[in-house]
């Protein structure tokens, strides 16, 4: 079969994405999350396994069909996710990092379950900081990938996500605004608007899938752009 594919950029690259939400526990039963449905990150896999690249998808607990063509990487926590990630980021030309990473993770997992008491009316979790994998990916001074962050944001969307390009030295961000029921986490639907250095474009409201493929066109322009 003859054609030509839409992404011809990515042909032969290799790409590493994140996607889904990652869990932490609590006790052996407990854990704590956040609604990250995988869609994103699964799309953005297909999309680009499609247009003849190698792709990883490291992905958190999540209900979605691997697509054809990608290697699945199964975790759970974000020192999972961060550890799966660091082992491949190297051998990456390009890293999307589309999971919600859990910011914290409990401080002490409990060994067993925890018991109700009948004495406390309250119960305080200490949780300590997850590593930000996306930054520690953009650190690399050594074989550094081209570094896509997704931002979800339920206010000052442009501001944050600015904000999120700078302090964790990445290529791209796609700004997504969470706000809405229309779009972002569980909705097949999604509307971003993409910031990097000295630039900007909003991509409208569309299905997932064909969102991943513009996000995917934009990544290969910017790198295009970036080549002396
Ligand atoms: N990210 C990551 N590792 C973390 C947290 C976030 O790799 N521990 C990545 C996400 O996959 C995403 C980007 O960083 O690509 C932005 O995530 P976000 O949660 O919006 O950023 P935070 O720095 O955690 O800021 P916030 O306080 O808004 O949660
Ligand atoms: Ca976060």
Known sequence: QLHTPALPALQGKTLLITAGPTREAIDPV??????????????LAEAAAKA???????????????????????????????????????AADIFIGCAA??????AE???????????????????????DIIA??????????????????TE??????????????LDLICANDVSSKEQGFHSEHNAITA???GGELALERQPKT???????QLIAQRIQQQQP
Not at 31 to 39: A, E, I, M, T, V
Not at 136 to 153: H, K, N
């Open 195 to 197: 910031y990097w250095q």
């Open 136 to 153: 520690d990916v953009a650190a690399l001074s050594y074989q550094r990938p081209f570094t896509v962050g997704f931002a979800a944001e």
């Open 30 to 43: 407990r854990f704590l999350s956040n609604h990250s449905s995988g869609k994103m990150g699964f799309a």
């Open 52 to 90: 003849g690249a190698k792709v990883q998808l490291v992905t958190g607990p999540v209900n979605l069909p691997t697509p054809v063509g990608v290697e699945r990487i199964d975790v759970q926590s974000a020192q999972q996710m961060h550890s799966a990630v660091m082992q491949r980021a190297s």
């Open 156 to 169: 000052n969307l442009a501001s944050y996500a600015k904000d999120k390009l700078q302090r964790k030295k």
């Open 101 to 106: 990473v859990a910011d914290y993770r409990v």
């Open 210 to 216: 064909a969102l991943a493929t513009a996000i995917l």
């Open 109 to 131: 997992v409990a060994e067993q379950k925890m018991k109700k008491t009948s004495s406390n009316d309250e119960l305080t979790l200490t949780l300590v900081k997850n590593p």
